[in-house]
């Protein structure tokens, strides 16, 4: 058994206390999960509930991290997973953490899935493969890809971001603008027949004039 001999910090105003047993500092603990074990001098913890609190905390930092890394935007699991593991987090924390998540509605990849598409098609079209593609690369499931890419038309989506480009290409002649124009859509993950077509039409909206190399 160990006594707690000091805490160091004052329970509620500091993010972490440090605690001493038998004299001698031995671990930190954040003070909300100190105050709840009802943590005090003259104390003695067995080794369980030295590994029980080690836990509990370690517990509370990693979802911390987790919480400060969906703040700016929502994140599929295996993007918080990646970036947990990178703070050093072990894998069985990890999996409680995304227990927690997922309980709490913070974390859903159907969700996750949905908002990415949104937000591709309102503020930077793609083609459904390129959309498919970075999905994947975000640890999404096939079947989850399939079901979030399925509304997309690839031809609206092809116009919508041409359209978008056009505006900074006014000035070009049409071989610059069908140059230009046609390098950002396959960027974009369009296939060429697609893009010859989408740029002839914004050319022929935007000059009332037939493409003409």
Known sequence: MNTVTSIEGQLGR??????????????????????????HVGQTLSPAELEGLDRSD?????????????????????????RLRR??????????TLA???????????????FWRENRENFRPRSRRALEMELRQKGIDAET??????????????????????????RLDYPDFRRRLGTFLRRRGFAFELIHHTVDQVWRERTGCPPNL
């Not at 440090?18 to 003070?31: K, P, Q």
């Not at 927690?100 to 949905?114: I, T, Y």
């Open 145 to 170: 890809v399939a079901e979030a890419v399925a509304p997309i038309d690839d031809e609206l989506s092809a116009y919508r971001a041409a359209q978008r480009k056009a505006r900074s290409l006014a």
């Open 14 to 39: 500091k993010s972490r206390v440090n605690v001493f047993l038998d004299g001698a500092y031995s671990f930190s603990l954040s003070h909300p999960l100190a105050t709840e074990f009802g943590l």
């Open 87 to 96: 703070f050093g987090f072990d894998a069985d924390i990890i999996q409680q």
């Open 58 to 82: 370690l517990l509370g930092r990693c979802l911390k991290s987790a919480l400060r890394y969906l703040q700016p935007r929502p994140r599929s699991e295996a993007e918080i997973e990646i």
């Open 100 to 114: 927690k998540l997922r309980a709490q509605g913070l974390v859903n990849d159907v969700a996750f899935a949905e």
